[in-house]
């Protein structure tokens, strides 16, 4: 009598594995399901696996270094999260899982009317443009009645974003000494613990980079374009083509063409060698550490590996010619929808495939810190063919004078980004990381440089944390703090949640409590 059957999917072709019954006997399985192990009692099978392998554990092949996920082979996941989980090269009985910190921005700001709670506390009705967040109830702080001090001088864009994650003093320049006053706490917390990931952050956007001068306020265009600073006066580059940052997170050499070219081949063989799948450089290396995973770890891997190939094809699919004939006929070629050669055109889809890489590289341990920005400062991005209703330029409309022909596309665009923010916590939250997910582990901090875009105000900012820090993070709360109360405050929270504690961060003036009570 048959003791147990597994059927499992591999990212490149069915892989079956049976026990104690013929293939053709297997066959009859639904191969779409997962795996399922039936115990005999006869023969007390017990399948879990003894055999253990350390946290670090890559899977290798041609140039590619490819993260895997947590899985029981590497230990007894432990509860929680810790900001200094174990990166070990060496097997260990138990593990747990790491803390991560991701910081979005939109830019120009919020119609406050529709963004912000009338109650604080856990009694409060979740506002408009917060619509989509309402499923990650318990899972998100609301933040009313923080101010930035240092961005009260200046313009009203460039001393806001620049100094988004420094919360301190942004210089005045045309582009020659240019400074943000301090580290971004983004970099802060890198350079405390990024030794214990392969990229210690990853940032990423949309926008190219704009340099030379705004002209009507004497500010260099290059403090809208960056949120991450190393150092006072040192941005960090951004990478907005969703290939390179996937490249780039998998680790992959680019060096395979030069030395092909130097030992004299086609070019048309080094363009084909460079266009292989990630998966497939590695596929090999995947199979063999496969066979010796307990059933729950195959079936794992196989997720994550067909989440890694989903993103892939998406990537190719949006960086070649279109190959459709058919195209809608309302749909005009706009500009605003235009994105650099090799990304996505369709804004939306650029937005979710770089968030589903700061998932991915999440889930892999590859990183436990990244930026991203929506757009770059001053936005002028179009919504038209994304949100019914809306017309007219991001920008134009956060000067919305009163008008209600303008705040209320306004309010539909703040709701489109809460939309996406939905879209990445939803994702967190569907990885399971022992009793929790990846968003019970993570810190999603989300939010704009000023409140009102009419008044380029930046007290009262609107910012949201999500997800639990490993239990360091209590969501379900509009915390409405005292007015001027320093967003700095935050940051000295969140980076004692990630295992970076200060007494001090920019203009703060004690830490916000965000924990349990």
Known sequence: M?????????????VIESYGLSGAEAMQHDSNQPAVFRLDHKRNMVMSNKWKIPRRTFLKGAGVTLGLPILEAMGDALPGSSPDAPASTEASKAIQAPTRMACLYFPNGVWEKNWFPEKGGSDFEMPFSLKPLERFRDKTLIFSGLDKKHSHGGDGHYAKTANFLTGMPVRKTTGKDISVGGISIDQFCASQIGHFTPLPSLELGIDPVISGIDTNVGYTRLYGSYISWRSPSIPIAREINP??????LLGVIQSQREARKAQGKSSVSNDAADQRALLDLVLEDARDLRRKLGSDDQFKLDEYMDSVRDIEKRIQFFSQPDPREWRPSDIPGHADLAAPEG????????????????????????????TFMFANDVSG???SQLIDGVKGAHHELSHHQNKEEKYVPYSKINQWHSDQLAYLLDKLSRIQEGEGTVLDHSMIFFGSSMSDGNRHDPSNLPVILAGGAGGKVQGGRHIASEKGTPLCNLYVSMLDCMGAPVDAFGDSTEALPIGPA
Do not use: C
């Not at 290939?243 to 780039?248: I, V």
């Open 243 to 248: 290939e390179l940052a996937y490249k780039r």
């Open 343 to 370: 990304v996505p055109g369709d804004h939306q889809e650029h937005v979710r495939l770089m968030l589903d890489l700061i998932a991915l590289a999440f889930w892999t341990d590859s990183t436990r810190i990244s």
């Open 381 to 383: 991005k179009n919504f």
């Open 2 to 14: 048959p003791f147990a059957i597994a059927i499992i999917r591999s990212p490149s072709s069915p």
